[in-house]
């Protein structure tokens, strides 16, 4: 099984940006396509974007366009997502996750086998 460990949350302003890293081990990593959800207090889990196994498939949703983008380095078995002109509704916890029988992303926490931890991000004047 894989296991993840994101860092890189955190408190900051509007406007600002962060990037988190998910650090993954166990597995094959570059066999699997890798996402990115965040839940906000009294929220559900919510997809925000994805990225395939060889990173040139990617999905987001509407509300972070133009503003995150995600990559990935398969020799560090890493995937970054980078936040840029952070907004407040952008609070949550954010978590990655691996879906390990796919190297295509999907929008469905279900369909994700591994999840990190979360790290906070709090954007906030």
């Known amino acids: 099984q894989v296991q993840l460990l994101e860092s890189g949350g955190g408190l900051v302003q509007p406007g600002d940006s962060l990037r988190l890293s998910c650090a993954a081990s166990?597995?094959?990593?570059?066999?699997?396509?890798m996402g990115w959800f965040r839940q906000a207090p009294g929220k559900a889990r919510e997809s925000v974007i994805g990225?395939?196994?060889?990173?040139?498939?990617?999905y987001y949703i509407d509300s972070i366009k133009g503003r995150f983008t995600i990559s990935r380095d398969n020799a560090k078995n890493t995937v970054y997502l980078q936040m840029n002109n952070l907004k407040p509704e952008d609070t949550a916890v954010y978590y990655c996750a691996v879906r390990a029988g796919s190297r295509w992303p999907s929008s469905r926490p279900i369909e994700y086998d591994s999840w990190g931890q979360g790290t906070q991000v709090t954007v906030s004047s």
């Open positions: 166990g597995r094959t990593f570059s066999d699997y396509a």
């Open positions: 990225i395939s196994a060889s990173g040139t498939n990617i």
